[in-house]
C-alpha cells in the first residue's frame, strides 16, 4: 500500500508560501492512498500556470502539456490506457479561458477522468492579471478601472453541458476535499472537481477568510439532493457558485469507454497489436 | 486496339457522379486494367460543376492523362469546360435534351443519346447514370456483364426489383449505341484480368495505420483528409482501437501526446490549416520526446486557399513550423500504394526516434483512386512493429523510485533513450513542455538547455529509413527530382524527354522530405542537372536544399500553382527547356504552358531588400 511519502517527490516547491495548490496537492495525494491507488498507475496532466506545475510535486505519471490542453491529453490518456487512473489538473485561466473549448467537449464527451481545477479567479503566473472567474469590477493589472466581464460560472456551465459529477472544495478544507476528489475518482465518466485555491500574492478580495464566510456547503444539508439536478443548478445560481461538497451527481452515467464498438476492458498498450491475416484481408476485401 | 483510354464525365455536383465513377472505377480494375482516377470539384454539397477522369490503361499508369477519348457530359457547361481537353476525333455523348453545342475549333465528334427519354421511361431518375454506364462500356468495348455483376453485389440489398432496374439500364445504354453508332469504337486491349486494389490514399494511409499497430486516432474534419478516420472508424472495431472526432486540430494533437506518452500508437490526419494550429503542439512533442504521427494532406494555402485542389506548400511549415528548435521527420509516399508500408512505418519511426513522424500526402494522392498491386499491400510484407526503446518492467521494479531517468545521457546509436510508460513501477517521470533535466522536473540551468537541446536535434541526422528512389536511365542528363503526386508524372516523362530530346533522363523519388538526405540527391544526380518539380509558388523543396548545402548553381525548378496536377507534358517541356540551355527556373499552369521565371527562393528575398 503507497503512503502520502510515496506520492511525494523531493523537488522544492516553486509556488509562494501559503499558496491555495499545496492544500489541493495534499488532498489528491491522501484521497489517493486512501483508494489504495500505487502511483505508477496514476497519470496527471497538467496545463500552464502556477497549478500546472503540480506534476513536479506529486510522484506519478506525469504528463505537462501546452496552455489549456491538459483535458484532450487527459482523455486520451484514458483511452489508451483504461487500467490507470486519469487526472487532469490545471487552473481557472488554463481551463476557461484558453481551454473553454476543450472543457464543454470534455464534459460532453464523457471520458473516465478526473478534472481537478485550481481556481483563484486570477492570473498568477503572469503575475496579476484577471481571470475568466474574475467577479466584475475585480481590479487587476489589466484592469485597472475594474473588471467590465461577467464571469464564467464553470460548474454551471459543466451541469448544463452534461457532466455527470459537479462538485467544489476549498483548498484549506482538507477533510472535505479529500472525500470530494476520492468520489470524484470513483466516479465513472468525467468529473469535475474545482477547488477555490487563493492566491495569496496577486488576489486580495477572494481570500481564504472570504471564501471561509462565503461558501455554502450543501455537504451538511441533510435535505440537500445531489441527483436532483435542477436543485443543483438552482443552489449554484443563488450563491454565484460560491458552493461547497459534491452539487451535482448523476445516478445513470454511461463512460464514452463503454460505448466504443468493439472497446476492450484490457489497456491498448497492453494489447497485441498485430493484425491477423483474416482481418487484414477482410478489410483488403472492399477494395477489391 | 488501343492500349490505354481516358474516360471523362461531367456534370452537375451531387447528382450521383461519385457513384457512377466508383462503378466504372471498380468494374475497369476487375477486369485487369491499372486505373488513375482524378476529379475536378468545389467546396460545396450540391450544384456546381464537376467532372471525374478516369484513366484505364494495360500499363501502370500514375498522372493526369495528356487527353480525353470518351467524354460523356450531362450540361452544356461540362461540354464548354471539358471539351478543350479532348483528343483530336474523340467521341464526346451528351444528353439530347441539353441542345448541346460544341465549342468552335474542337476536332470531336459529338453525339447525343435520349438519355432524359430513356431515363423518364425507366421510371427512376437515378437510372440515367447507369445508361451513361452502359453506353460508355460500348463505346470501350468493355463487357456489360462486369458493371451487372458489380451492381449486383453493390446494390443486392436494395432488393432484386431495383438490381432488375440497374441491369436493364445497363443494357438500354449500351444497346442504344451498338444499334445507332456501329462502327463507333475506341476498343481497348482486354485487361489481363489480374485482381488488384483501387483505393485512395486516405484509404491506404488508413490501412497502413492498422498494419502499423495504430489503435487510437484523434482527428477533426478536413478536406481533403476526413476519409482517414473514416476508414479507421469503421476498422477499429475489429481490433479494439478508437477513433475520436475531437473539437479541433489543437485537442486532436495533443490528445496524440497523451496516447502516445501512454504508450499507444496515435495519428491525428488533417490539411493545411490543422498543420498550422498543431505547431504549438508539435513542439510539445519533440519536447517530451512523444512518439506521434500526422498525416498532411496537403491542399491549396495558405488560410482556407483552395480547400479541394492540388498543392505541395506545407513542406516548410512540416520541417521548421512553430516556435523554437525541435526535430521532426517528414516523409512523402509516391503513390497511394506506398502510402501503406509508409505509414506503417511511421510509427516505427516514431517510437524508434521519439519525435512527431508527419506524412506530406497532398490532395491528389489523399483523394484520387489508384491501382494498388497486391503485392504493395500484403501483410507480410508490412514493416513489423518495432517499439524502439522502453524500458524492461522487471528490471525497474528491482530499483528504486528516482533512479530511472526518462531523458537519461545514456542513448542509443539514434541519441535516444528509453522511455517508460504509465503501469510501469519504478517509471514515474514528468514529460513536459519546459526545459527540463534527466527525471524530466524543469531547470533552466544553461550547461543542461545545451546538453538537452542537442540531444533533441541529434537523433535526426541519421534517420534510417528509405529516404529516396531512382528511376530510369544511368548516368542521366537530367534528373526530375519530385515527390507526392508529382513522382507518377515524372516517371512518366522519362520517355518523353528521351525522345524528345535524345538525352537520357531519370526521376529521384524523394521519400524523407525532412531531413533533407542532400548526400544521397548528390549521390544520385551526380554530374546530371537537378530539377526539382513541386506544386508550389516559392520553391519550398529547393529551398530546403539549398539550406542542406545543395549547389544552387545545378538545381533547376519546375513550379506549379494554380490548383490543378503537374502533367507529363509540363515536365517534359521544361526538361527540354533545361537541357537546351533556355533558363534554371520555370513555372507552368494558369491557362499558360512552361515558361521562364526568377527564382522564388531567392528573388523574393532580394527583392525586399
Redesign the interface.
Known sequence: MATMA?FR???KSWWCPGCGDFGVLAALQKALVELAT??????L?AGIGCSG?I??YI????????H??S???????K???R??TVLAAGGDGDGFAIGM??Y??ALR?NVDITYVVMDNQIYGLTKGQTSPTSDGGFHTKSTPNGNIEKSVNQMQLAIASGCGFVANGLSSNQKQLVQIIKQAIQFPGFALVNTYSPCVTFNKVNTYDFYKSELVNVDEDPTYDRHDKFAAMKMLMEHNELVTGIIYEDPNSTRYEDL?????PE?????K???D?E??N???AQ?? | MLKEVCWQIGGEQGGGLDSTVEVFNTVASRAGYYVYAYKTFASRIKGGHTDFTTRLSTERVQAPAAGVNLLVTLDQESIDLCARNVYPGAIILADEAINAKLPEGIDAKLLTMPLNKLTLALGNPLMKNNLVLGASAAFLGMPIDGFKTYATTRWGNKGEEFVALIHKSMQEGYDYVVANWPELRLEIEEGDGKERLLMIGNEAAALGALAGGCRTVFSYPITPASEIAESLVKIFPKVGGVAVQMEDELASIVACIGAGFTGARAMTATAGPGISLMQEAMGLAAMTETPVVIVDTQRGGPSTGMPTKQEQSDLMALAYGGHGDSPRIVLAPGSVGELIPMTAEAFNLADNYHCPVLIASDLAIALFQQTVEPEEAKLSSMPQINRGPLANPEELAGLARDVFQRYSKQVNENGVSARSLPGIKNGQFLATGAEHGAFGKVTESAANRVYMMDRRMRRIQNVNTEAVRYFGSENADIVVIGFGTTVGAAKESIAEIEAATGKKAGVLQIRLIYPVPVAQIQAYVKGAKAMVVESNATGQFSFMLKGAGYNPANLYSLLKYDGTLITVEEIRNAAMAVLNGEGQYFVSGGGQGVRKAADPTITLAAQEA
Open positions: 510515496d517527490t523531493s523537488e500505487e502511483p505508477e498507475n496514476v497519470a496532466v506545475k506534476g513536479n510522484n506519478s505519471y506525469n504528463l505537462h502539456v501546452v489549456g490542453r483535458l484532450p491529453a487527459a482523455q486520451a490518456v483511452l489508451a490506457n487500467e490507470l473549448g476543450h464543454m467537449h464527451r466504443v464498438k468493439g472497446f476492450k489497456g491498448i498498450v497492453n494489447q497489436w498485430e493484425v491475416d482481418t487484414w477482410k478489410v483488403l477494395y477489391k
